[in-house]
């Protein structure tokens, strides 16, 4: 697993940003496996600014999703579906076409997380899954406890985490689904490359945990341990808890600038 340790989130999101772009150089079709929430805009902002520019070509690029809210309608704004049009799609200039995600209204929700787990093995698998992280560690919407092994599921969110994505639902909790729809660990795995953006004191101990710490499903992150091709990029502020920050600056600075992350 490499470590970096960035400024502050507007130079992680153009260093992740960077290797997207880089990507989309080598495989103008690459499949892009795309995070919602706060943490990940810078990196979406920075590479919208790159097609802006004319620095790379997005016509050709494909999005995945990595979670879905059960029972919200597709067109609800707090969707994720409607998140990622609105942060993801529409700003890079993909069409809808090019979009895959779980279908959070389906009756049989269960079958439709199966559909979602085969499509994703039927699209030739995820290139780049871009990643956050929860207070407690959970990844997509892997919540503490999860199997390091599962695949594409329904789960039932603790109640930290609904209270964190109530200010996404005016504060409401009330109006913060119970169920969601998740990639699971396991398959989150077999993306080729995972980068997890970590920003924030917050974020600190879920950081530390999850680079330092052992594999263990308490820390559903930190099966990030597991994978050969594995980013962590923090700022200052979510480095804090690193025993082996120092080491980490060092490495990083000291690479080769043609290995990219």
Known sequence: ???????D???GGALIAGAMADLLRRTSDALLGVATGSTPLPVYEALAAQVRSGAVDTSRARIAQLDEYVGLPADHPESYRSVLRREVLEPLGIGTDAFMG????????????????RALAEAGGVDLQLLGIGTDGHIGFNEPCSSLASRTRIKTLTEQTRVDNAR???????QVPYHVITQGIGTILEARHLILL????????????????????????SALQLHPHATVVVDEAAAT????????????????????I
């Open 241 to 260: 808890k690193l025993k082996f920050a120092d080491y980490f600056r060092r490495t990083y600075a000291n690479k080769p600038d043609w290995q990219g």
């Open 9 to 11: 989130a507007k130079a």
């Open 1 to 7: 697993m490499e470590v970096v340790i960035v400024p």
């Open 198 to 221: 970590a920003t924030g004191e917050g974020k600190a101990d879920a950081v530390a945990a999850t680079v330092e710490g052992p594999v263990a499903a308490v820390c559903p992150a």
């Open 102 to 117: 779980p279908d959070g209204t389906a009756e049989d929700v269960q079958a439709a997380c199966e559909t979602y787990d």
């Open 168 to 174: 996404f639902f005016d504060d409401d909790i009330d």
